[in-house]
């Protein structure tokens, strides 16, 4: 049997989704969850990893196992396991072509932003950005990203050979005091969005003209933008299949 | 000179406020900043003490040093010792006859009940309740603790001897799902709010009786009401001088 489960994390404490020995993550604590239920070893494959501290809203994992264990049973158990910063929003029975990653079409991340005077209670939650930057030349530079180009500029990982995803969606919505970015794209490398954020801030700040999105691009090369946002704002909202 | 500090904090992630050896404290960490700020070793004294997870969006400390250093300057240079979970909103100059504890007249406690479904995000700023609590028996018991009366049954520490204290204001606002309790007084023992929250939860479900907090402060006795609810709901709201 393969289940399919849609998980939302505050990732603030945790040394991000990734298993490490000796180290308390996402991963880490949802196996054990599993384990201890179906009393067998289980192992989880994710729609992606996510750093230390980012969130997710709608992450998604898959795993096997020969027990049916009815969805809300299962689905109430390991939220008491996994209780507080980890809870399972939905269980579902997938049929086993359907795998977390590689099924997936298409990701959606939200980056979330305060211009307002700093806040201990939100500061797990959103980064604070100078309240006098320029949403307009923000808006332009992310205009840049839209469509296909090689992200190789924007990717930590250096090992990577394909470096090519396609922005679908990249569009900022302000209230109030709170910008949301939402990103969707075919795939992201590691500190992918953070890199962009990263270059969308001095952008805002006036240290770097819009259109340096064009050139950094063009540059395929990490060095030209070494710039990593705060995790904090950062979310795997939504994976679509 | 003798400065008056008004700090806030996400105490979630904090061995309480005071210091202890070897244990992360919101204590230890403003003695730590000040003591490397002004280079000579600084105890702090607060208004009161607060519990592993409680928050505080007013607590206030004060102490001594022989240094001068403008307000503006000391709060920035304390902000960013102790960012991003304790942060300094205010920097006062007083004269000695000021003492954080001591001088109080009174303390507001806020306590954050969220009657809607379980949100991870929420998990370290409020407690949950079931969404059919019934308020008005909340309100009705929450009636019978105003005024001055002995709350040795609300008293975990069991040495103090003068357990008598007066709720001058005890008021529940509700905003949607957000239940905000509002109790200010002269003076709160150890986990005395969080034990009548525990009261007050039972009564909304129905499992005490409103009348019962009579009974309950008659009996003087903390066995009969051996509840502490969960202290992430808990913040220090603002201290009366």
């Known amino acids: 049997m393969r289940y399919k489960l849609t998980v939302c994390y ?3 404490t945790y040394h991000g989704f990734q298993r490490q020995t000796n180290l308390i993550t996402i ?6 969850a599993l384990s201890s239920i179906f009393f067998e070893e ?3 494959a994710s729609a992606g990893r996510t750093d230390a501290m980012v969130h997710a809203v709608g992450q998604v994992i898959h795993f096997d196992s020969d027990k049916a264990i009815p969805k809300e049973n299962l689905r109430r158990l390991i939220n008491k396991h996994l209780y507080p910063h980890i809870y399972i929003k939905q269980v579902e029975y997938v049929d086993d072509t359907f795998h977390a990653r590689i099924s997936a079409k298409a990701k959606e991340y939200r980056y979330l932003v305060s211009l307002g005077e700093f806040d201990p209670f939100k500061a797990r939650y959103m980064a604070f950005w100078k309240k006098n930057v320029d949403i307009n030349a923000i808006k332009e530079g992310m205009k840049y990203f839209i469509g296909e180009h090689d992200f190789k500029t924007f990717s930590k990982n250096k ?3 394909d470096t090519v995803r396609e922005i679908s969606e990249f569009r900022l919505e302000q ?4 910008l949301t970015f939402i990103i969707i794209g075919d795939g992201f490398m590691h500190n992918m969005v953070r890199i962009m954020m990263g270059v969308l801030r001095r952008i805002g700040e006036g240290k770097l003209k819009p ?3 064009i050139e950094l691009l ?4 990490r060095r030209l933008a070494p710039y990593t946002e705060n995790p904090s704002g950062l ?3 939504k994976v679509y299949y």
Chains 1, 2 share one sequence.
């Open 27 to 32: 991963q880490g604590e949802i196996e054990k």
């Open 10 to 12: 505050d990732g603030s």
């Open 159 to 161: 090992k990577i050979t």
């Open 42 to 44: 289980i192992k989880i």
């Open 211 to 213: 259109e340096k999105v």
């Open 218 to 221: 063009e540059g395929q090369n």
């Open 175 to 178: 209230k109030d005091n709170l």
């Open 235 to 237: 979310y795997l909202y």
